[in-house]
């Protein structure tokens, strides 16, 4: 009787104890922060990992990581003059993102000339 019961009440402990140790998924962005940063339009979301952002000191070519690509029309925030791997606030869609930017302070015709290099 004793084996029965200290069978069957060690996984009820256990899961009582492991149901309490659930990883927090969703952390709050802190808006003011990013809002402060450089805010970019996408203008081009092309069928490659790269997309053009619009900023107020001209075009930068930014290239997603894993995969990321937001839409045309998408608001972000981050630092796009300079070159690098960073990370930015997609204020459309509500996330954070890790990005590269490859080129910034680009005119018009020379971000096309830039995305035809790096997307042929």
Known sequence: MKKIFTY??????MVILFTGCIKD?????DENYWLSKERGTVVYSSTCSYF???TYNGYAIV??????????GD????????????????RSEGSIFSAE????WLTYDEAQSALNYYCP
């Open 8 to 13: 069957s009440i060690t996984p009820i402990i």
């Open 25 to 29: 998924r969703f952390s709050t962005i």
């Open 52 to 54: 053009v952002v619009d």
């Open 63 to 72: 290239r997603g990581w894993n995969g990321y690509k937001p839409y045309q």
């Open 75 to 90: 608001i972000l925030y981050g630092n796009f003059s300079n070159y690098g791997t960073r990370n930015f606030y997609n």
């Open 101 to 104: 930017v490859v080129e910034y």
